[in-house]
């Protein structure tokens, strides 16, 4: 029988395996940031153990960094003393670091592909669940908590109890305006929260193999939001097109052999999947959330669902709870809700094309009075680019807040949070009660919703935004 | 690491499903680079709230914890599981536990219990009923028992078996370090490499 990409990347990293324990299995990159790894370094000190591959190993500051003033000491005496940390276990075990000020410094997730590091058919990690965006390139990728960062610190491999795989086909094409960010709500409110428990997913069809680089990592970014243990996505032409050139991306020789490695990354005809999930993207919209949990969506074009809409009781009360907490009443259109903050940024959506898709919504127009709009690079090199490209232009005459790199406010670590009861629309992955700030509501959205949104001060898709003179931006 | 035979405690009846790590514990309170101090943040939410269950005193005192299905979902953070050990508790049941919440708690040493779905109810019912009485749970047996409520839990044969023998997994790894080696001998010239 024929084996799932999933099956084959696994197999391939298996160390050791023995009847009624996990496998171990090889890594080839762990990623690391400040928050996840200080008590890890303090493990490996106190039993005495170096890293074994500081060569395959990469940290880099985001999640407790500011956005602005960055070439200053950070203000939180708390968050600098983090940051330090992890500037002092990278100097002492020997792990190349991208502080703060650096070039390459950024989100996680965002520098990891930029550099070329992220390729088809590799095992990541990171202490960080958002670890699935990897798995886009075809690697194996997915979050571990901290024992587990320790773990590989210690010796490259973590013990892995083989998981159960998923297909996710998305036939058809995305109409023009809809994104993958649409995409991937749309599959969570249909399979809910825990859907994907136990899975390594495979995303598959027409529908994704046409999604650029970027649009298949903000898919396979929230996978761990329906549950699944990762999210892969074959690589293909577009994936070899994204790594070639990049500055750890695989030279002459060693780019041959790559490929041709990479080529048999992908699903046999014969392969058969634990279970399969079928959807149809040319029906799909501009998707957005009404509650706290990333399954709680609508479309744009919906209203606010209440708890008689659900049969389940758990979900009525879940119901019942969410909407008191975001402030809400059943049967509002989703586009009359005011929001007060829009963020675009994050792991699911920093990259260049996001920035480039925000800037053509919001050319020619500016925030609407009483809403502020925060744009956020993942990465320093993503915002270095979008000023070659005049994108901060853009955002700063339409009255945007432009940022330096971080996780920013896609969670309320750093300065930049949501107030009690501040109401915001925002690319990032997750809507939890306080995620960006105690008291703060949060509705996730695409890019080109965020940026219509800025310009109405209400949820809106850019078909809601007037022509203006000049401009190409156009939506649905 | 300890080793975890049986466990009696006050059972603290948390009706919420999704209760996601952000829940348990806000990303402000993750700064600290100890593994200690963090039971402050445990719900930190929640807690603000007088009718909290948490700060009813008959269950201050908990030390087993019964939620409902999909608990710890979210994000990676292992200081959910620290903070609830912090905290006191040293067992959580539920019906269904998200993976990394699972696999970092059988780390670090709390007992992540899955029960059925209608056990959970049962729970939640004598423990509102009767505040402040206990939960057994018998990591043996695999089984939890709470006044004439009595049936088994799930955990996987690996974790139980380092749990009930309060084994450290790297020390485990590292006696494979000839199958490591061996490996690392044979991987591809074209991988990349950080350094
Ligand atoms: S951007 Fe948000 S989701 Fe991504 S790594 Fe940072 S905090 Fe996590």
Known sequence: MGRTLAEKVWDEHVVRSAAGEPDLLYIDLHLIHEVTSPQAFDGLRLAGRPVRRPDLTLATEDHN???VDWDKPIADPVSRTQVETLR????????????????????????????????PGMTIVCGDSHTSTHGAFGAIAFGIGTSEVEHVLATQTLPQARPKTMAVTVNGSLPDGVTAKDLVLTLIAHTGTGGGQGYVVEYRGQAIEELSMEGRMTVCNMSIEWGAKAGMIAPDQTTFDYIEGRPEAPKGADWDAAIAHWKTL???????????????????TPFVTWGT??????PLGATVPGPDDFEDATDKIATEKALEYMGLEAGTPMRDIEVDTVFVGSCTNGRIEDLRLAAEVIKGHKVAGGTRLLVVPGSVRVRLQAEDEGLDLVFKEAGAEWRGAGCSMCLGMNPDQLTPGERSASTSNRNFEGRQGKG????????????????????????????????????? | MDAFTTHTGVGVPLRRSNVDTDQIIPAVYLKRVTRTGFEDGLFAAWRNDPTFVLNRSEYAAGSVLVAGPDFGTGSSREHAVWALQNYGFKVVISPRFADIFRGNAGKAGLLAAQVDDKVVQRLWEHL??????????????????????????????????????????????????????AYEAERPAFKPVTA
């Not at chain 1, 992908?266 to 799909?284: G, H, I, N, Y």
């Open chain 1, 88 to 119: 002092k276990n990278a100097a002492e075990f020997g792990v190349r670091l991208h502080p703060l000020g650096d070039v390459e410094q950024g989100i996680v997730h965002v520098v990891g592909p930029q550099l070329g590091l992220t390729q």
């Open chain 1, 440 to 476: 703060g509501r949060t509705h996730l959205v695409s890019v080109p919703v965020a940026a219509a949104t800025a310009v109405r001060g209400r949820l809106s898709s850019p078909a809601d935004l007037p022509a203006v003179t000049g401009s190409t931006s156009e939506g649905n």
């Open chain 1, 65 to 67: 960094v500011p956005t």
């Open chain 2, 128 to 181: 509102e009923s009767n505040p402040g009485a206990t939960v057994s749970v018998d990591l043996e047996a695999k089984t939890v028992q709470a006044g004439d409520i009595q049936d088994s839990f799930d955990i996987d044969d690996y974790t139980r078996w380092r749990l009930l023998e309060g084994l450290d997994d790297i020390g485990i790894t590292l006696g494979h370090d000839a199958d490591i080696a």
């Open chain 1, 293 to 298: 949990n990333p399954g709680q969506g609508v």
């Open chain 1, 266 to 284: 992908v699903t046999d005809a014969d392969a058969v999947f634990d279970k399969e999930v079928v959807l149809d993207a040319s029906t799909m």
